[in-house]
Structures are given as structure tokens and as C-alpha cells.
């Protein structure tokens, strides 16, 4: 997640915002005409393009099925940009969407610059008490509402169930065992054990936790990453890729991961719901029982993964409110959120919609509810997004070999002190 931009990236980040979106209104700018919803509600979507975006921009659709006189203008906008883009759009005070996808950290930071609109009351925020604890949780800052959970998720190890026969190994449950396991299948295939993503520091907190350890503790005030479980668990990372267990890469890291997943060239992969659809699409996946997913291997303290997810917000200064609030509500009711489990294996947010057919039927959420349930919160604060850009650097310098994890954790806490004034 990059911080910071430049005034030439600005002034081109407005104007293709510009050509693609904006909160204009074919009514009065109140979004109602005869009692009606109507005008135009532009939804900036983060989801993955190619996969995602095909199935949330049909179920857009279905909406202005319902409302025929709202138009909905879908952008699929580039998760890695999307943070900054809606800022930049929203402090200008024009072109930023009406809704916007946010991803679960963002969403206490757009509310504290004062970005999103409070939904208590709406029509946005029906049923709020069917919401999975742990979901709502990111969506609430300072005792108000200003989003709606879409989707939960966490992570786990997806492996090959082809070559895990092939070298007659088993899934690993702990990090020692991952590294056996991977040499035996180098011995036996010739291929490597796992690809572990190394551009996004998303990736090392199940590494982090696993240790004992995590980014800051938000109720004492204080920095954690560079404290021993922390530089351990840089130790981790880097003893897996020195020892040949698994592959990284400094850039494009999804796209390297995914690819050489869905190709046979690796055996695992840390990755979570939302990459499920993509992996599919590969040649060693035409059989979808080939995939197993299975929890993250432990650590020496614990298995620990991270919460995520996506919540729905709605812009302050939308122009159509009152069709806002209703599209919010439409894509994250029960009956929607099934549809999206039974095309995208993504798991619901509502309690309801756990017990709907198409949810209970599915095999992926089968797995990921428990490891879901147990995840690790990562602090609601505003400034949560922002950890990871001096973290991923860090981490990408380790596992490249550019620097030690002692002095990358020492660097990455030396800036979340900046950040976080009056930390310790």
C-alpha cells in the first residue's frame, strides 16, 4: 500500500477520475423523483480484475434492474491505487465516487479525514445486528458507522494436491515442517515447495503472529514490530527462501505467484479467498478437487492469520445519498452476499447467510469460516493502512538480501514512530 504522490501523479490521477466517474445526478441531486430513486451512483470496485470484477458489476446490474431510473456507473479501479486515488479525489472535493470499496483498513482512515458519510440510520446499515462481530469491528470509528461489511476473509496455504502425492508428502502444520516438506519435493518433483509472495507485507503477518508477535499494540500506545518476535519472524521469512523452501520476488508479486501456482511450478502458496476464482482458471486446477486448502503453518508461538475483508462506504459528499445508501444496502443483504459465495467462494459478512444453500454447500467457505473466526484483528485506527508501506520494504529487503532483519525491523519501527506521535 504506497503513501505519498506526486503533483504530476495527482493532477493524472484526477483527471482519469474525471473521464470515468463522478457524482453527478439526472434528478435534483437529492437522488429521489416522485418518490423514486433515481440519477446516478458511481461505485468504484477494488476487486480482482478478470475474475471478481465480472461477477460484482453483473450483480450492479441486478440493482438498476430494481431501481430503472438510478444508473450505476461501475470502475474497476486497481486495488494498489484505489487507497490514495480516493483520497486525492476526495480532498479536491470533486470526481470521487459515491461508493467505494474499501479495504478494511482504510476504512477508519477515510472516516478520520472526514471522507466518508456516518450510515447510522440509513438505509445503508439495515439488520446491523446480523453482522459478524469481528466484521463490524472495522467499520465503526468513534462510536459511529461509516461503512458496511461486504466480505470477510483470512489466509491459508493452498497446495497442489497432485504433487503433494507425487513426492508422498503431507501439508505441513508448522514452519519446520513446511521446510522438510518442501525438500522433499524438490528431491522427488524437482519443483519448489512454496511461493511466498514477497512485494506485500499483507503476506508476513501470518509469519508475524506465528511468533508472538505484530505490527503496534493500539490500547498500550506502543511499537511492536521491532521487538524480538518480530525480528524472529524476519528470520523466518528469509530462512525459507535462503534454504531454498520457497521462492519470492521483489515486484509483481501477485501476478509471479499466481501464475507459477496455477502452472505446477510450485507446490503452495499463502493466499485467501479472493484468489480461489483466479486459481481456478489454472491448467492444474480444470479439476478443482486439485486445490487443498489448509491453515498456515505455525510459528514457534502460534498459527496465526489476518483478518481482512472489504467494506462498502459511502462518500460525504455524494450528490445522490438516498440511492447510495440503498445500493450499499442491496450488495451487502443476505441474499446478495449468498450469490457472491456461490461465484467467488467469498465468504458473507451476515450471519444469516451462512445458513442459505449456496453458502452451506461450499466447500471453501467450509474451511475458511473457522479460520476466519480465529483470525487476528488488526488495530482499527486510522493509521493502520499506512503500517504497511515502510513494512514492505523492509520486508522485501530481507527476503532479497539487502538487509538484516534486525535493522529492517529497527527501520520499520523507527517510522511507525513518526507516524504514531507520542508512541512509544
Request: glycine fraction near 8%; aromatic fraction near 10%.
Amino acid at each position: 500500500m504506497r503513501r505519498g504522490i506526486t503533483a504530476t501523479a495527482l493532477v493524472a490521477a484526477l483527471a482519469l477520475a474525471a473521464t470515468a466517474c463522478g457524482s453527478d445526478n439526472e434528478s435534483d441531486g437529492t437522488g429521489k423523483s416522485s418518490g423514486e430513486l433515481s440519477g446516478t451512483v458511481t461505485w468504484w470496485d477494488t476487486s480482482t480484475a478478470g475474475s471478481e470484477d465480472k461477477v460484482f458489476k453483473k450483480i450492479a446490474e441486478d440493482f438498476e434492474k430494481k431501481h430503472p431510473k438510478v444508473d450505476v456507473k461501475y470502475v474497476n479501479v486497481p486495488f494498489g491505487d484505489a487507497q490514495n486515488k480516493f483520497k486525492n479525489a476526495a480532498q479536491s472535493g470533486s470526481d470521487a465516487p459515491d461508493v467505494i470499496r474499501s479495504e478494511v483498513a482504510w476504512t477508519p482512515e477515510f472516516a478520520d479525514l472526514g471522507y466518508l458519510a456516518p450510515l447510522d440510520g440509513t438505509t445503508a446499515l439495515k439488520d446491523s445486528g446480523d453482522f459478524l462481530k469481528q466484521a463490524a469491528a472495522s467499520t465503526k470509528y468513534k462510536d459511529k458507522t461509516y461503512a458496511v461489511p461486504q466480505v470477510i476473509d483470512s489466509m491459508g496455504i493452498f497446495y497442489n494436491k497432485k504433487i503433494f502425492k507425487e513426492a508422498g508428502v503431507e501439508v505441513p502444520k508448522t514452519v519446520d515442517e513446511l521446510k522438510t516438506v518442501s525438500k522433499k519435493i524438490k528431491d522427488k518433483t524437482g519443483k519448489t515447495g512454496m511461493y511466498l509472495r514477497g512485494d506485500d507485507a499483507y503476506w508476513f503477518l501470518s509469519f508475524l503472529y506465528g511468533e508472538g508477535g505484530d505490527m503496534v499494540d493500539a490500547s498500550a500506545k506502543s511499537v511492536t514490530i521491532d521487538n524480538p518476535a518480530g525480528v524472529k519472524a524476519m528470520k523466518v521469512v528469509k530462512d525459507l527462501v535462503d534454504s531454498g523452501a520457497a521462492k519470492t520476488d521483489a515486484t509483481d508479486g501477485w501476478e509471479n505467484m499466481q501464475a507459477s501456482f496455477k502452472d505446477g511450478k510450485v507446490a503452495m502458496m499463502i493466499n485467501g479467498p479472493w484468489a480461489v476464482a483466479d486459481t481456478y482458471a489454472g491448467k492444474e486446477f480444470k479439476d478443482k478437487a486439485n486445490l487443498g486448502i489448509a491453515p498456515v503453518p505455525a510459528g514457534s508461538a502460534a498459527q496465526g492469520a489476518p483478518q481482512g475483508g472489504h467494506n462498502l462506504a459511502v462518500y460525504a459528499g455524494s450528490k445522490n445519498l438516498d440511492a447510495s445508501y440503498a445500493f450499499v444496502d442491496y450488495m451487502t443483504s443476505a441474499e446478495t452476499q449468498a450469490k457472491v459465495t456461490k461465484e467467488l467462494s467469498l465468504l458473507p459478512t451476515r450471519t444469516s447467510a451462512y445458513a442459505r444453500q449456496d453458502v452451506v454447500d461450499n466447500e471453501i467457505v467450509g474451511f475458511f469460516k473457522p479460520v476466519v473466526e480465529t483470525a487476528v484483528e488488526r488495530p482499527w485506527i486510522p493509521e493502520t493502512g499506512s503500517l504497511f508501506a515502510p513494512l514492505v520494504t523492509e520486508y522485501t529487503k530481507v527476503l532479497t538480501g539487502q538487509t538484516t532483519p534486525e535493522k529492517a525491523t529497527r527501520t520499520t519501527g523507527d517510522s511507525y514512530r513518526k507516524l504514531l506521535k507520542g508512541w512509544k
